[in-house]
């Protein structure tokens, strides 16, 4: 394997994404949720940094909070890709360090980012031979998100949100982000969404349940998050960062995927930075930044 190996140390980032959108329209059988949702890139980034060693693979992270095992994306990501190019036992031959900045938890796709980050980096490392439209399929098979991941910038995907078409890059924003000082898992999220259902679901079984007509308006940009008001539910401190980010001028204000951080879009950066100031307190992390298009996206994430 030796000789395959590029280089000793590779540096690849992974950039968060909002969902401008989360509409639902229906939930299968399997108990998979029909989705239709609008991807956007962020600049605020993950970094993995890989080193080839000697011995089995190893991850390491500066958050604590982040799995360094194989429930971790990136340990998976590198299974799959260490099977897909032939080769057989444990992945081996690196080491893995992934210097957190997305908050865990939060709805901006930090674990799924770092996945389709480890697939960049690890076919550097590797010297892997597997073909794009492999790589394409693991992502998909890792997550919904992480097929995003490999492309950026503003994107629609329907299905579990893995089937994804481009869409042209919208004006560029700057966003403030919101964590309130607590995660909310997907599995709970979409778990309330279904509680809130459950009278039009009950007893219906076998394809797919529709929920109601959830019109689609391209031509101004989707909005909405249908996992907003359960959460919130739970939760009543999101639904006042959203309304105070629309008091402080953000053009849109969500809550991004399932939670639990808050976005606000604003025009200006200066606009941004005050309502960052005006709605940090103790407990809350703020960060601003900014959206990133799919050129910018795909120098961003080249390994390095």
């Not at 980034?45 to 011995?55: F, K, M, W, Y």
């Not at 890792?142 to 078409?165: I, M, N, P």
């Not at 607590?182 to 969404?193: E, I, L, M, N």
Request: with cysteine; net charge positive; hydrophobic share 40%.
């Amino acid at each position: 394997m030796a000789s395959r190996v590029r280089s000793r140390l590779w540096r690849v980032r992974a950039p968060a994404k909002i969902n401008l959108s989360l509409r639902i329209l229906g939930l299968h059988a399997d108990g998979y949720h029909e989705l239709r949702t609008t991807f956007q890139s962020l600049a605020l980034h993950d970094t993995l940094v890989l080193r080839a060693v000697s011995g089995p693979l190893t991850l390491s992270c500066d958050d604590p909070l982040c799995p360094t095992d194989d429930s971790n994306l990136v340990w998976r990501a590198a299974e799959r890709l260490w099977r897909a190019d032939g080769r057989r036992g444990r992945p081996a031959g690196v080491h893995v360090a992934i210097d957190k900045r997305i908050p865990m938890q939060a709805g901006l796709g930090g674990g799924s980012s770092d996945a389709a980050a480890a697939l960049r980096g690890l076919a550097n490392v590797w010297g892997t031979q597997v073909p794009e439209v492999r790589l394409r399929a693991i992502a998909r098979e890792l997550g919904a998100d992480v097929a995003f991941f490999l492309d950026g910038g503003t994107a629609l995907g329907v299905g579990r949100g893995e089937v994804l078409y481009p869409l042209a890059d919208r004006p560029p924003a700057f966003v403030v982000l919101v964590a309130p000082g607590f995660g909310v898992s997907t599995r709970d999220a979409y778990g309330w969404w279904d509680e809130a259902h459950r009278p039009e679901l009950h007893g219906l079984g076998g394809g797919l349940v529709p929920t109601g007509p959830v019109p689609w308006r391209p031509e101004g940009g989707e909005r909405g998050n249908d996992l907003e008001a359960p959460v919130v539910a739970r939760h009543p401190e999101i639904g006042r960062i959203v309304k105070r980010l629309r008091t402080l001028g953000a053009v849109q204000a969500a809550m991004s995927g399932s939670g639990s951080v808050v976005f606000g879009l604003f025009g200006q950066e200066t606009a941004a930075i005050d309502a960052a100031e005006a709605v940090g307190r103790a407990g809350r992390r703020v960060t601003v930044t900014r959206t990133v298009g799919g050129g910018e996206f795909r120098r961003l994430v080249r390994p390095t």
